[in-house]
């Protein structure tokens, strides 16, 4: 702290250090700070003042009036410029009065401030070499104001001989040129007094622009020269008994981002002490092990006001580690923010790498007990006088300003109450001779807070003076830790008893073995003496297993020193149970298997799913081949039927080749039992894809009017030739349901309802709006007056292939149509009942949920053949491509193109020349068997979306697989469409139709 700093610091006037724009901005005299209390002035208040002191400075202004924003808070200042910033004195301003008397009040103030400050002004002339002093000038040079007016020759012969040269020097410089100037050096006065002095001046210029005069300040620094040095010794003196007690001292200035070692310090770690290093190099000198610990400990120390603790591992400049025990503290600026991290270090290489040499470790850590936060204390027998460290303070919470505590405030409000008892008969100051004692109680620190004591003390006879004296270190934190390690092996007992677990041990010499009470428990067995394990371990093992549990037994230490084991036991009551058990080997001295610790538990119902787990994915994968199978014989079944299915409506729609009554009844029998065929084909498969999960379900609105028109078409005529009349009722309602379910679903039920029903009988269809599940739904049902269900044949009504009793006659049918039906209403969140009685007809009704019916309904009924299915569509004509290699599918399909004009069909019997044909021709449309001689569908579809020709073609799957796997898997392949064997004439003709329009359009 230079001169200046004590002067203002210690001045009894009001002094505002100011600070350029940023950190830490400004900072008030003891004074100063005194008159803003008084006042009531928040940090708020100086920051505007300082903020306009700092506009008026920047106008040149050095004096002027000021307010803080309350009453009597005017100040009257003047700044004097520092190194950095400036120094403004500050006068409060009384209320308004005479401008005499404010004028005397402000003299006698600076007055004061000169008189106090040991501060003197002066003036010099140059042209005429003439110079005035104050009243102070004179007292401060040694010089009687009774002589008169001392020339500058006299004044000079006062300054010190080894400073004048420098002096003399520094005034001619001065006076070169106008500007504001300082200096220092020292007077000796007549008395042989050394004065020490800072000089302030300020040279000014006249008219002509020339220095004209030299007007200055001069400050008795004596004084804090003085302190400066013998702190300055002090210091010295002190770090040098720090570097004896080889404790280096260091702080990391953290907005220079720099570090300072003492000489210790840089020797610690062989640097130069003349070097400098950033915060920066010093981490990287940390071992990499214990970088994020001392990283740790930086941020601790910077978030709080303790001292932080770390041992770390740093580099040598040979190379090697040192171990550093290091503290630290953080230092803050007045508002709170941290500046610098500063603290100790020792170096405790030699204690860790030589821990047998105990009394050079005890000496090391005597001169940092402090440090190392260990409390030391003594007593003097005689006197009652009683001396404290600092770390006893801090560990007992007590008053640093206060005297330590008597014994009886130390066992009666320090020492926890139910511990006092320990803590007095620790105490060793009553007795006579030497006295070692050890004890752990707790204390109570004045704030409440519980902290572990570990105390050791002894009483002896030392120099004449009989003194008690002993140790205390806080060891909360290691009661913490044993009382978490002995709860933890609590929950670590209660865990593996209500696990089932057992803990076991083996002598591997002799063979005796220790259970706990679990282990009997596993195998249903009492405890106690008269069961002991070694009689009982073999009798409890199921016969099976004895012959591998002995040789797994056998290899244990010699083929490892792990023992794992699975194996059943016979419980007493017979039945049997799974234990896994887990062993490791321990060795002796010598390298041989000593004994062996292990842990058993019941691993029956693992087993239990593993066997189940085994069981599904048999099930699994005999329901795969099921599946693979049924989409196999789909195929097959499909092919032929095609043919069958084909000709049959070739034959009954030739508008060429009529053909007669008898004839066309001939061909309706052949189609409706290939119908019949083909349907339960379907059924087979809507099953199995159903029992899966695999079944897709379309989401959208259903009209169920448009479903019901569309089954009508299929099921009048079956209710035709079975006499059997249906009546409907208008249905309005939609559903959230698959379209193509929902038609199946209504299909099952009125065949059934036809089929059963006697001769001339009556089928009702309606629909109800209603609640499901607390969601608005439609109710259809489907009402028969037909022969009936008893209650046992509805309690097996949608079970698959059960035709309760009908198979025995004449109607046809597989008993899974109701199944589907079941599982498809679940699968589309609704419920299916039935109510039906003996003799007089049953009721089914299936419920959905209800849906807004769209603006627009896209809806076509299903219908048969008609006209404009044949005739061209307008002038257009498309060129389609069919590659298939059965020669009766592609004699199908040319049949059936040929009653179509607009179309021009070309064959291709495998894949490479249907790809070659469809590149060739820019065939509008190919339709593509999935399975042919050299190349599969999807290659096809591959090559040809590869030809840029081809881009805008329409590809069709046409393929007796009719898996819905397969079709997915086909439009997600990238067919535009997917059509199924047998062929539909009328889908199929429909579906050439769009073609033909999008392709003429496009």
């Known amino acids: 702290m230079d001169s200046m700093d ?23 005299n003891p004074a100063g700070a005194t008159w803003s209390a008084q006042r009531q002035l928040a940090a708020s208040h100086w920051d505007a003042l300082a ?16 307010g803080l924003g309350l009453p009597g808070t005017q100040l009257r200042w003047t700044a004097v410029p520092m190194s950095e910033g400036w120094l403004v004195w500050g006068v409060a301003e009384a209320e308004p009065v005479a401008s005499a008397e404010a004028g005397g009040s402000l003299s006698d103030r600076l007055a004061l401030v000169q008189e106090f400050g040991r501060i003197a002004v002066w003036e010099y002339e140059f042209a005429t070499e003439s110079h005035r002093w104050d009243a102070h000038m004179y007292r401060l040079m040694g010089f009687d104001p009774a002589e008169g007016e001392p020339s500058s020759e006299q004044a000079l012969q006062h300054v010190h001989p080894e400073d004048l040269e420098a002096l003399l020097a520094d005034y001619a410089r001065f006076a070169q040129a ?21 000089a302030w001046c300020e040279v000014k210029a006249g008219a002509d622009g020339r220095p004209e005069r030299m007007t200055g300040v001069l400050i008795d620094e004596t004084e804090s020269a003085n302190r400066l040095r013998a702190t300055e010794a002090s210091a010295a003196q002190w770090v040098r008994a720090v570097d004896l007690a080889a404790v280096a001292l260091w702080r990391l200035d953290l907005v220079t981002q720099h570090g300072h070692f003492s000489d210790w310090g840089y020797r610690m770690l062989g640097m130069d002490p003349d070097s400098d290093f950033t915060i920066d190099e010093l981490r990287e000198l940390i071992h990499p092990d214990d970088r994020a610990a001392v990283l740790r400990a930086a941020e601790e120390a910077m978030a709080c006001d303790r001292v932080v603790d770390v041992d770390a591992r740093y580099r040598h400049i040979d190379g090697s580690y040192r171990h550093l025990y290091t503290r630290r503290v953080a230092e803050r600026d007045e508002q709170g923010r941290v500046i610098a991290l500063s603290g100790v270090t020792i170096d405790m290489t030699d204690q860790i790498a030589e821990r047998e040499r105990a009394q050079a470790y005890a000496q090391r850590i005597d001169r940092v007990t402090n440090a190392a936060g260990v409390g030391i204390w003594s007593v003097d027998i005689e006197t009652h006088a009683i001396e404290w460290n600092e770390q006893m303070y801090r560990l007992y919470g007590w008053p640093r300003e206060q005297p330590p505590p008597h014994n009886d405030v130390w066992l009666n409000q320090l020492v926890h109450p139910e511990d006092r008892e320990i803590a007095r008969s620790h105490r060793p100051i009553v007795g006579t001779g030497p006295q070692g004692l050890h004890a752990e109680f707790r204390i109570v620190r004045p704030n409440g807070a519980v902290r572990w004591v570990a105390s050791w003390s002894r009483r002896e006879v030392l120099g004449g003076r009989d003194l008690a004296f002993g140790v205390n270190l806080d060891i909360t934190n290691l009661q913490r830790a044993q009382t978490e390690l002995r709860q933890t ?48 371990r073999y009798a409890a093992y199921h016969p099976d297993d004895l012959e591998r549990i002995n040789r797994n037994k056998a290899r244990v230490g010699h083929e490892g020193d792990t023992y794992e084991n699975e194996f059943r036991v016979i419980l007493p009551d017979g039945s049997i149970r799974w234990l896994a058990t887990r062993g490791l080997v321990q060795r002796d001295a010598h390298g ?35 599946s693979q199978f049924l989409a196999r014989m789909s195929h097959e079944l499909r092919t032929p039927l095609n043919a069958v299915l084909g000709f049959a409506q070739l034959l009954g729609n030739d508008p060429d080749d009529v053909p007669s009554p008898s004839q066309r009844q001939r061909v309706d029998r052949i189609h409706s039992a290939g119908l019949h065929l083909l349907a339960l084909i379907d059924d087979v498969l809507d099953l199995a894809t159903i029992e899966s999960d695999a079944l897709p379900l379309a989401n959208e609105a259903v009209s169920l009017q448009a479903s019901l028109d569309d089954v009508m078409q299929w099921t009048q005529l079956q209710a035709t030739h079975s006499g059997v009349s249906i009546h409907a009722q208008p249905m309005p309602g939609w559903v959230r349901a698959d379209p193509r379910r929902v038609r199946q679903i209504l299909s099952n039920l009125l065949s059934n309802a036809i089929k059963y029903n006697r001769h001339h009988g009556d089928v009702w269809v309606s629909a109800q709006q209603g609640v499901h599940q607390g969601q608005a739904a439609w109710t259809l049902s489907v009402r028969d007056s037909g022969r009936g269900l008893s209650p046992e044949q509805q309690g097996q009504l949608f079970q698959p292939f059960n035709r309760l009793g009908a198979e ?50 896209d809806h076509a009924p299903l219908s048969g053949f008609h006209a404009d299915l044949y005739e061209p569509s307008a002038a257009a004509r498309l060129k389609l491509l069919y590659i298939e290699d059965n020669p009766v599918n592609v004699l199908l399909v040319q049949e059936l193109i040929a009653m179509r004009r607009d179309v021009e069909l070309s064959i291709a019997v495998d894949g490479l020349s249907g790809v070659a044909m469809a590149c060739a021709g820019l065939h509008q449309v190919v339709l593509v068997d999935m399975q042919l001689p050299d190349i599969d569908g999807f290659e096809v579809l591959r090559r040809l979306r590869a030809e840029p020709a081809l881009a805008r073609s329409s590809i069709v799957a046409l393929s007796a697989n009719a898996m819905p796997e397969d079709v997915n898997r086909a439009l997600q392949a990238g067919f535009d469409d997917y059509w199924t064997k047998p062929i539909d004439f009328h889908a199929f003709l429909r579906a050439l139709t769009a073609l033909v329009e999008a392709h003429a359009a496009s």
Request: glycine share 10%; proline share 6%; net charge positive.
């Open 6 to 28: 004590q002067l203002w610091l210690s001045a009894p006037g009001l002094a505002l250090r100011l600070w350029p724009e940023g950190t830490p901005g400004w900072q008030l």
């Open 592 to 626: 041989e298997p000593e004994r062996m610790l292990g842990v058993t538990w019941d691993v029956t119902e693992r087993r239990s799913a593993e066997q189940a787990l085994r069981d599904k994915a048999a099930a699994e994968q005999a329901s795969q081949a099921k």
């Open 808 to 857: 025995r006659g004449a109607i046809q049918g597989t008993g899974i149509g109701l199944a589907i039906v079941h599982h498809l209403v679940r699968l589309m969140g609704g419920e299916v009942a039935v109510s039906s009685e003996l003799g007089k007809g049953s009721e089914f009704r299936v419920t959905l949920p209800a849906e807004v019916a769209p603006q627009v309904s």
């Open 489 to 536: 092996q609590e929950r670590a007992r209660l865990a593996t008893e209500s696990a089932g677990i057992g803990t076991w041990e083996r002598d591997l010499r002799t063979g005796r073995a220790k259970w706990d009470a679990q282990m009997y428990r596993l195998r249903g067995l009492p405890v106690g003496p008269e069961t002991p394990p070694d009689d009982m």
């Open 51 to 66: 903020a306009r002191l700092r506009e008026s400075l920047a106008t040149g202004a050095t004096n002027g009036h000021a």
């Open 178 to 198: 106008t500007g504001r100037y300082e200096t220092r050096y020292r007077l000796r006065m007549p008395t042989g007094q050394v004065k020490h002095i800072y």
